[in-house]
């Protein structure tokens, strides 16, 4: 465990046992794995989670974690945000499996939303726009932030998780934790719900776990189609920071029209951290 208390407690629960769970078809039992490493740098977390885990060794440096790779074969990483990637990209250098919670924005907390020089405003819209591959064709997917909605919605009905799909016949709403809705609603009362095509998730915590052990196949939530969820979610703030509409090479990673773009995608380090994120 990197951060063992606060949002570390609670991800602690769900792998050794003691959280609740929802109750759903595909849920199973809740695991209840051996946790041997602690690692905090507020030590009254520490201690905290030592009691219950009496035998786990402890640390208060996540670098030093990485001294005893053979103590552990998987990492849940619950730090403050910007230690996410650090601590992250350490495990998967150790081949060991890695859970990890990590942001999609910054918020600002300017009642106007004008940002001190590193956070991108409290409301904003981005819009991406993504080239045909294969036989999908292009797609545009506007993101709006804060008080943003869009137009063809009515703005006082759409949650703050909410997708909205436009079509040319008519549109699918979900308001993140509830099922879709076609609308108009009234033009798709009686249309029939299509057959499910995908297999249901157990929940992440479970997936990963089992993915872990062999068990089970890649949890939904890979790194690889979260860490390009990501990426492309966070290119919205490096263009409101650089005001510029950005042409983005995702195999070079780098704006390939705006080379100022580059002090935001990549950042110094101070000493200690070479060879970890160099």
């Known amino acids: 465990m990197i ?37 905090d740098v507020n030590q009254n977390a ?34 403050t945000e910007h230690t996410h ?20 924005t910054i918020e600002a907390a300017s009642p106007m939303g004008e940002a001190h020089p590193e956070l991108a405003p409290a409301t904003m819209t981005v819009t991406y726009e993504f080239p045909a591959r294969g036989s999908h064709p292009p797609l545009k997917l506007v993101w709006y932030q804060g008080e943003a909605r869009p137009p063809q919605f009515d703005a006082s009905k759409m949650g703050n998780r909410a997708q909205l799909f436009i079509g040319d016949k008519g549109m699918l709403y979900s308001g993140g934790r509830s099922g879709p809705t076609l609308l108009p609603e009234e033009e798709f009362e009686d249309y029939p719900t299509p057959p499910e095509t995908l297999p249901r998730s157990p929940g992440h915590y479970i997936e990963r776990i089992q993915a872990c052990k062999g068990q089970g196949p890649a949890p939904g939530s890979n790194f690889l189609y ?39 995608i990549r950042r110094p380090y101070r000493k200690g951290w070479d060879g970890i994120v160099t």
Not at 11 to 37: L, Y
Not at 243 to 263: G, I, M, S, T, Y
């Open 3 to 39: 951060g063992c208390g606060g949002r570390g407690g609670a991800n602690m629960n769900t792998v050794a046992g003691g959280s609740r769970r929802r109750k759903t078809d595909v849920q199973t039992a809740a695991p209840s794995e051996n946790i041997t490493v602690l690692c």
């Open 85 to 104: 990637t650090l601590a992250a990209y350490l495990a998967l250098t150790h081949g060991k499996h890695v859970y990890c919670e990590k942001p999609l």
């Open 226 to 264: 979260s860490g390009w969820v990501t990426e492309s979610n966070h290119l919205g703030n490096v263009a409101y920071r650089t005001r510029k509409k950005l042409e983005w090479d995702h195999v070079n990673l780098c704006a390939r029209n705006a080379p100022e773009a580059d002090q935001f």
């Open 46 to 79: 520490v201690d905290a989670a030592a009691q219950r885990f009496p035998k786990a060794k402890k640390y208060s440096d996540f670098r030093r974690v990485f001294d005893n790779p053979n103590d552990f074969d998987a990492v849940m990483v619950s730090t």
